[in-house]
């Protein structure tokens, strides 16, 4: 699934926050404790994974065909689908704040871990000299560790429900 949300899509005050809901989504749903989502494709010998850039987010599985449809309704399951009774959506992520809290160290050690690789942190500079300091496309994908620091379950869940929905999202 690719949603048409990135980096870009930042708020200005929380730079990294695309990055941060592609981490946090794995947390748990209303159906689903973080332990079953990373579980679900794992005990059929499949893969499930995710990563942001600029301009998308993708969540993808690795899977057998005949596994296909489980791996499509855990994907749907984590991001948001539709009521049957309505056109209005359901968000079935959750961001439980103790998960939320625990993450935060593991996208702050991946933004160190960016830092001490010069070779990777050139291409920031580039893209903030190519678009200018400030703009949507220049800032580090990563975000800014004040910005992860003060994120929270109501963030992610604002970002969800602006940014996952049905016209900005392709299978």
């Known amino acids: ?10 708020h200005a005050s929380r730079l990294g926050l695309a990055h941060f809901v592609e981490h946090t989504i794995f947390k748990g749903t209303t159906h689903r404790r973080a332990w079953h989502i990373l579980n679900r494709m794992e005990t059929v010998g499949g893969e499930l994974n995710a990563y942001t850039d600029k301009e998308g987010t993708c969540f993808y599985t690795r899977v057998l ?8 309704e855990l994907i749907a399951d984590m991001v948001t689908s539709p009521r049957l009774d309505s056109s209005d959506l359901v968000m079935h992520s959750v961001f439980p704040e103790a998960e939320i809290e625990r993450e935060k160290d593991v996208v702050l050690e991946e933004v160190a871990s960016y830092r001490d690789t010069p070779s990777e942190a050139v291409f920031d500079d580039f893209e903030d000299l190519i678009f200018g300091s400030g703009s949507s496309m220049g800032h580090n994908i990563l975000g800014a560790e004040d910005h992860i620091t003060a994120m929270g379950s109501t963030d992610c869940a604002r970002y969800l429900k602006e940014q996952y929905v049905p016209e900005n999202m392709s299978f």
């Open 1 to 10: 699934l690719i949603i048409n949300a990135g980096s870009r899509d930042d």
């Open 65 to 72: 065909s005949a596994d296909a449809p489980a791996a499509f």
